[in-house]
């Protein structure tokens, strides 16, 4: 359905139906937006949007989809390309799969991958278009402080490598997207949470005990980090991340590199 928008703004949330996802959609309707909110959970969706039209007298619409599966993927893609008024979109559905990649079962790599990164990319793709059009909108796509982790060997981290490899897109992606929408009024932003209070790892059935509480952050100051980031033009916005100078000497760093592997030389060290 449209959404009437008289002075309220759109946005859709997808893994809305706990954590992060229901932080942001009960921030943003006390912001005065309209939902959509998108989850496999219909009765945790059903019972957040009558508490959220209660309490904050906005419009929201419940869509049951799980975005590991195309044709639910699809579903929700369509839904946003009929949404004109779509002002902001929040990629945040996702899972852990923490475990050995050789214990993984192939199945679950894909649906993770179908989640994190096709449903990240095709969402995005339905959305653009008529944000361009209208020379505004935002997309924040929900990564993880764990996507620079691949150099880290740290047994205290979990087993993580799809899981890892998605969020690691979802930070390529979104710095690129940056770039290619420079001056047409849409912002994007990669969130990278550290330990949330959330069912997440429960689910994944990591011990909530074993996390010291000092690493544990808020759903809901997860979600003012992101939008307050959002205003100042972050791209990549880690919540915990006192010194934004630690970012910006990761990006010389991979500047660095970039220009000094242009050569068409071979390495000494390859050399016979």
Request: hydrophobic content about 40%; proline content about 4%; overall charge neutral.
């Amino acid at each position: 359905m449209e959404h009437e928008s008289g002075n309220h703004r759109l946005a859709l949330v997808t893994g809305a139906s706990s954590g992060i996802g229901a932080a942001f959609a009960e921030r943003l309707a006390r912001d005065k937006y309209n939902l959509i909110i998108v989850a496999r959970r219909i009765g945790r969706l059903e019972s957040l949007a009558k508490l959220l039209q209660e309490q904050y007298k906005v419009s929201v619409e419940v869509l049951s989809a799980d975005l590991s599966n195309p044709h639910h993927i699809k579903t929700v893609e369509q839904r946003i390309n009929h949404e004109s008024a779509l002002e902001l979109l929040v990629n945040n559905a996702g899972f852990g799969a923490y475990q050995p990649f050789v214990n993984l079962d192939p199945n679950r790599a894909d649906e993770l991958i179908r989640l994190q990164v096709t449903a990240v990319t095709r969402l995005t793709r339905a959305a653009l278009p008529q944000m361009i059009a209208r020379g505004k909108g935002s997309i924040i796509n929900v990564s993880s402080r764990l996507a620079f982790s691949g150099s880290l060997s740290a047994p205290s981290l979990p087993k993580r490598a799809v899981y890892v490899g998605t969020k690691a897109y979802i930070n390529a992606f979104t710095q690129i997207l940056y770039s290619e929408l420079a001056g047409t009024g849409v912002r994007v932003q990669a969130l990278c949470p550290g330990v949330v209070k959330t069912e997440f790892h429960e689910l994944m059935g990591v011990d909530p005990s074993r996390i010291p509480p000092s690493m544990v952050m808020k759903a809901d100051d997860v979600v003012q980090a992101s939008l307050a980031g959002l205003k100042m033009g972050e791209v990549i916005c880690i919540p915990a991340l006192e010194e934004p100078k630690l970012l910006d000497q990761v990006h010389q760093s991979e500047v660095g590199l970039w220009e000094r592997t242009g050569s068409g030389t071979l390495a000494e060290r390859y050399a016979g």
